[in-house]
């Protein structure tokens, strides 16, 4: 299994923003483990947060 980019995993989250569902669906849907997802989730915001810190 290969490792996602940076664009890929911003798309991902991006994609489950805008999907109304929960991770865990998701995840399922996409075949995402819920752990690697979650990962992913909270590294980007942590980048925004660290890019744009008056965006909340």
């Known amino acids: ?8 995993i911003e798309a991902g989250v991006a994609s489950f923003k805008s999907s109304g569902l929960s991770q865990r669906e998701f995840c399922k849907q996409q075949q995402i483990k819920l752990a690697t997802f979650s990962y992913w989730y909270l590294t980007v915001n942590h980048n925004n947060q660290l890019l744009y810190p008056d965006l909340k």
Do not use: F, I, L
Request: proline share 0%.
């Open 1 to 8: 299994m290969k490792r996602a980019s940076q664009q890929e």
